[in-house]
């Protein structure tokens, strides 16, 4: 059997501002790449944070608006405290819930639809 590395989603993406805002400014992700075809394309861009890899794009036929994804952190208790502290005006995650599977989890909505929920086990 082949071994897998992880999954590196494609989320999409419509305004380039706003993705850097939320995906950099607030969560914390560095920016791996960007490119356009030329100067005026769309954007098609990756970002990081820890081992977690995202794509993100603007290009039609990519991905569709919407999505979830769940992202496992050290502490989403902390990383959630974090991110409230940041007072980002279009999100303010409210403290994680226990999950009857054993996480805590918390989900925010990216400024395109995109749902992601960030989790650990729970103690």
């Not at 791996?32 to 603007?58: I, T």
Request: hydrophobic share 35%.
């Amino acid at each position: 059997m082949p071994h897998m590395k992880p999954a590196v989603p494609i989320l999409r993406s419509f305004d380039e501002a706003k993705a850097r805002e939320f995906y950099v400014d607030f969560l914390g992700f560095t920016v791996e790449f960007e490119h356009r075809f030329d100067p005026e394309g769309p954007l098609y861009m990756g970002v990081r944070l820890g081992e977690c890899e995202l794509h993100l794009s603007e290009h039609f036929g990519d991905s569709t608006p919407g999505a979830g994804l769940r992202i496992e952190v050290d502490d989403v208790r902390a990383y959630i405290r974090g991110l409230q502290a940041k007072h980002y005006r279009h999100a303010r995650p409210g403290g994680p819930a226990g999950r009857p599977w054993g996480t805590d989890d918390c989900t925010i909505s990216d400024p395109f639809g995109n749902r992601l929920t960030f989790f650990s086990p729970s103690p």
